[in-house]
């Protein structure tokens, strides 16, 4: 009989409240270790059996940059001021690629779980938060060829570039809350998969990665950095090169898209967390 | 890695311990800050491009603006001139004291975030009186979307910034703090709610009678203390200081009250004006078709500071007090909001009929609100964007600077600057920007000819910049306008 109320109310109403914040702490904590250790799993299995291993981290970015480079830059001309279009490309895409391919990655590592679910309780929420912190390592591969490229190209950049670690614990918690909802709407509807590449495609082009809005007339500026990820892509870009945010409004207004995408996905996830164990 | 050891790990969170982060991670709670947030990313993203497209309603975000600055870099009597007294008199909103470092350290991008937010909040604190009151959890849900969708809260939202946008989550906590009898939050409440307006002791006065009705005697007296304290200490002391004497135009509106008290049949003057019925529609109509649901119910007090708040409105009969759509109606919304969800105490779902035919009602008015905005406040536009990015990037830091309303609130972080229809005495070296392709009301047409007249005088003032109809010149000499009504 003991048991069974143990198990049906877990927490003793006789627990103080100091012990209640101290056990939260350690389930935080171990959360936190769960999501690393997942992380690295996902980082080691993606690149364990291939011949090139984590270059691939460094040789994807290159050629990517290399094909938009020749396009824009030499087919179309693209303008981007005084920074040269590959540096400024590169940019671009090394903070794009982290947003996108943790979403892309996050969208189906619940369903693609299954057996690990069905085996033991663990916070579901573990599952995309790894998925996305796992691309951290590629993001920092790709810092490692946009120092590079900034180096060979020797364009002077600002102290202020400093501030784009801040920006970036931004960017994570707007790919987690993005994260989240696709990856618990993908165990409902299998099409997100598909979705999510397509959204993901349409997002770039209408995000400032590989051209620059300062060339654009007013309106079509406002419209294209209203998106959070133009706001936050151009804010870096400006903070690396120029030494400050040349459209600080619409940064914060990126800030307040960050805090609701995070709150949003992680409250549908919540509701649909349920249904995983019946649909999978 | 091992994934054995990996997978140890994961056994450890199987142990019956593992529970949910707290009261945060409840879903409803979660949905609650997702929906406050929406709206405030929906929001503040519409007025940061309102900025951007050089779009202002009014002269507010300018004075206001200026007027953080001012505290800032000048101190808390610095005197604005846009009014010739410190901005804190402006509304008596001494809530922009606090606001004011937000600003040092945001600039414009955060104080529109923070009004958008503080709007947004008022879904979060319906949700937690609702749930305080005992109103069916989608009822209340239902409530708060209607909220977020009223005209009137977006219309202000939008109208440029105004401090009062605070007082909305600030007295929707009072009215939680009362409901679940937390006298130290209600205590502190009190005080928060008299810094953000001086037109907050009357909707105090009418809360205070409600917590008498409801037979809360030693609630309802604080109440009606801090109510009459708050009007003492405005209307005797701090505003006559901070004004020199001049008789603040919020603290005036109580004046119609001792209209009343000395000729009664006034109290329905304002009925023979179509326009006053208009306001009334606009601020009603949607809990209206909420009251319809509740029934008798929802005749009940916490109407009273409505109807006393709205009262001093529709008597005053001013554009500006009968406009559903500014900050001057917005302080009611929180009461408006309450009287319906005690209304809706212990009503069930009706049927999907109802509730269809509710969100048809709301929608017609978010409609019509939207289709009206989007003529009077977003089609009239200056055209040449890069133009007056050029013009304002050449006037010097400091700068006196004369420049439309939608010009100013770009200028606004210095110590002198005027709209040209309220600048005269225009010293040596005052910047003057001109763009009479828009005109918005604020600055009419009569006032670019006077300065068209005044600056074309050789000798007056240097073109520093003349293209698409944007011109700005430098004053070579002091000069006197003569006074221009807006």
């Known amino acids: 009989m003991a048991a069974l109320e143990h198990q049906l109310n877990p927490t003793p109403r006789t627990e103080s409240r100091g012990q209640r914040a101290v056990r939260r702490v350690q389930s935080i904590l171990l959360w936190m270790q769960l999501t690393r250790n997942l992380a690295v799993r ?12 984590l ?23 693209a303008v981007t001021g005084s920074i040269p279009y590959v540096v400024f490309l590169v940019t671009g895409l090394t903070f794009w690629n982290f947003f996108a391919n943790g979403v892309m990655s996050a969208t189906g590592c619940i369903a693609g779980s299954a ?32 120092v590079a490229v900034i180096l060979i190209y020797r364009v002077p950049i600002h102290w202020s570039a400093l501030w784009v670690i801040p920006l970036l614990g931004v960017q994570v918690i707007f790919t987690l809350g993005i994260a989240y909802l696709f990856a618990s709407l ?21 995000s400032p990665v590989m051209y620059a809005t300062t060339t654009l007339n007013g309106t079509l500026q406002g419209i294209l950095l209203m998106n959070p990820m133009g706001g936050m892509l151009q804010a870096m870009r400006d903070l690396i090169f120029v030494g400050h945010v040349t459209d600080m409004p619409f940064l914060w207004s990126a800030f307040a898209w960050s805090a609701f995408a995070f709150l949003a996905g992680l409250s549908v996830f919540k509701r649909i967390e349920p249904l995983f164990a019946e649909v999978m | 890695m091992d994934p054995q050891r990996t997978l140890t790990d994961i056994d450890r969170f199987s142990q019956p311990d593992a529970e949910p982060l707290g009261s945060l991670l409840r879903p409803d709670r979660l949905s609650a800050w997702a929906w406050t947030l929406g709206y405030t990313a929906v929001l503040s993203t519409l007025s940061v491009l309102r ?20 505290i800032m870099h000048r101190g808390l009597l610095a005197a604005s001139t846009y009014t010739g007294h410190p901005i804190l008199a402006a509304a008596a909103s001494y809530i922009l004291v606090l606001l004011a470092p937000l600003y040092q350290v ?86 928060a709610s008299l810094l953000v307006k001086d037109t907050v002791p009357i909707l105090l006065l009418g809360t205070g009678v409600v917590l008498l009705v409801q ?112 900050e001057m109606s917005v302080l009611v919304i929180p009461f408006l909001f309450v009287a319906a969800l005690v209304g809706l105490k212990g009503s069930r779902t009706q049927g999907r009929r109802l509730t269809s035919g509710l969100s048809v009602i709301v929608m017609a008015f978010f409609l019509v609100f939207a289709w009206h905005d989007y003529h ?8 040449n964007a890069t133009q007056l990015s050029q013009a304002v990037a050449l006037i010097p830091k400091d700068a006196p600077v004369v420049a439309p309303n939608f010009v100013a609130a770009h200028l606004a972080d210095r110590a002198k600057e005027w709209l040209p229809a309220g600048a005269q005495a225009l010293p040596a070296g005052t910047y003057v920007i001109l763009d009479p392709v828009v005109t918005t009301g604020v600055t009419p047409p009569s006032v670019y000819t006077e300065y068209s007249r005044v600056l074309g005088n050789k000798g007056t003032a240097a073109s520093v910049y003349s293209q698409s109809q944007v011109s700005v010149y430098r004053l070579l000499r002091p000069v006197t306008l003569p006074a221009a009504q807006p």
């Open chain 1, 42 to 53: 996902d980082v080691e299995t993606r690149y364990k059996h291939s011949l090139l291993g």
């Open chain 1, 55 to 77: 270059y691939w981290a460094i040789i994807n970015p290159l050629v990517t940059a290399a094909i938009f480079s020749f396009l824009f830059g030499v087919v179309f001309h």
């Open chain 1, 115 to 146: 057996g690990l679910l069905a085996k033991i309780y663990f916070p579901r929420v573990v599952l995309p938060t790894a998925s996305v912190f796992a691309r951290m390592i590629d993001l920092l591969f790709s810092l490692i060829v946009l």
């Open chain 1, 186 to 206: 993908n165990v409902l509807y299998r099409d997100m998969t598909q979705l999510v590449g397509l959204l993901l495609m349409v997002w770039m082009y209408m």
């Open chain 2, 51 to 70: 900025y951007h497209l050089w779009l202002a309603a009014g002269d507010d975000l300018g004075l206001f603006r200026q007027g953080l600055w001012l």
């Open chain 2, 106 to 191: 945001g600039g414009v991008g955060l104080l529109l975030v923070l009004q958008a937010f503080a709007f947004g909040l008022g879904y979060f604190f319906i949700r937690r009186i609702a749930e305080q009151i005992g109103v069916q959890d989608r009822w209340a849900h239902l409530v708060g979307v209607i909220y977020l969708l009223y005209p009137t809260v977006l219309g202000a939202n939008l109208f440029d910034f105004h401090p009062d946008a605070f007082g909305i989550p600030i007295l929707l906590a009072l009215i939680w703090a009362a409901l679940s009898e937390n006298w130290l939050a209600y205590g502190i409440l009190l005080v």
């Open chain 2, 215 to 326: 037979r809360r005697i030693g609630w309802g007296v604080a109440t009606l203390v801090a109510a009459a304290l708050g009007y003492a200490v405005d209307a005797y002391w701090l505003l006559p200081a901070l004004t020199h004497g001049a008789l603040n135009p919020g603290v005036a509106l109580y004046g119609q009250y001792g209209t009343i008290l000395a000729h009664p049949q006034h109290l329905l003057a304002w009925v023979r004006s179509l326009h006053n019925w208009e306001y009334l529609v606009w601020i009603l109509g949607p809990v209206a078709a909420l009251a319809v649901v509740a029934g008798k119910k929802s005749i009940n007090p916490w109407w009273i500071p409505v109807l006393l708040f709205l009262e001093v409105n529709l008597l005053s009969s001013t554009p500006a007090t009968t406009s559903p759509f500014n």
């Open chain 2, 376 to 383: 009077v406040n977003w089609t009239v536009r200056p055209p």
